[in-house]
């Protein structure tokens, strides 16, 4: 499906006059100029949303486009086609569109990078991005164990620090049924203390801590524990707390 998205977004990259050379990509307006995957992006993904297509189709395009160049700007201008005029974008195709690409064995920090700063730290979409992306299937991920499920499920638990703590806690708890989830749950509360939008409940994700089987020389975990133990919510809200954590820790 990925391959038959990026083909189709070469393609029509190739109807713009815009096509990829050794190294980079040219224009047919200035074949003499090289342009990089970025400039493409900020050139060329936003017309997608333009082009005579049913949303759905739309949507696939874009994501084409994103697989093809890995560039950011690709999800900015999918998150603006949501929230524009037209908008928004069929549910069913953009959450597939990000759910197949967290299941890929491959890097896909692009995606991680848009759940996060676009998706997550606004509180108006993060509940159901969350939910979308891995809230709604945590259950299946739990029983199916599959490795493209648990590959979905580290990455996103990795980057919900910003999520609400009501919204995320279940899945949190329910993840914790698998040791192989349990480095991830770390992390993932983790990044809710540092998080400059992080959010948690401390004496919540304590009790979630120390529930998790860990290595005792885990990187951050005693220091982690004692900001928690001491009430402290968000790290930009107490910023001597981690460096107080370290110190007695040491």
Not at 142 to 153: H, M
Request: glycine letters at 4%.
């Amino acid at each position: 499906m990925e391959m038959q998205a990026v083909e189709a977004a070469r393609r029509w990259l190739a109807d713009q006059g815009v096509r990829q050379v050794r190294d980079g990509w040219v224009s047919d307006q200035k074949p003499e100029v090289l342009l990089t995957a970025n400039q493409v992006a900020h050139s060329w993904a936003g017309d997608v949303f333009a082009e005579d297509l049913g949303a759905a189709e739309q949507v696939l395009l874009a994501f084409g486009l994103l697989d093809l160049l890995d560039e950011y700007w690709v999800t900015c201008e999918i998150r603006f086609a949501n929230d524009g005029a037209e908008g928004p974008l069929p549910t069913d195709a953009l959450w597939e569109g990000y759910r197949r690409r967290l299941e890929a064995d491959r890097d896909v920090e692009t995606v991680t990078y848009s759940l996060w700063v676009d998706w997550f730290e606004d509180h108006t979409t993060s509940a159901t991005a969350f939910a979308e992306v891995l809230g709604n299937d945590i259950d299946q991920v739990v029983t199916d164990r599959s490795d493209v499920l648990l590959r979905r499920a580290r990455r996103v638990l990795e980057c919900s620090g910003p999520v609400r703590w009501t919204v995320k806690e279940p899945t949190y708890r329910t993840a914790m049924q698998l040791p192989a989830l349990h480095a991830a749950v770390f992390r993932a509360i983790r990044a809710s203390f540092h998080d400059v939008y992080g959010d948690l409940e401390p004496a919540a994700a304590l009790a979630l801590l120390d529930r998790l089987d860990l290595p005792t020389d885990t990187q951050h975990l005693a220091e982690l524990r004692h900001v928690l133990a001491a009430g402290h919510k968000n790290h930009y809200h107490s910023p001597r707390a981690w460096d107080d954590a370290v110190r007695s820790c040491s």
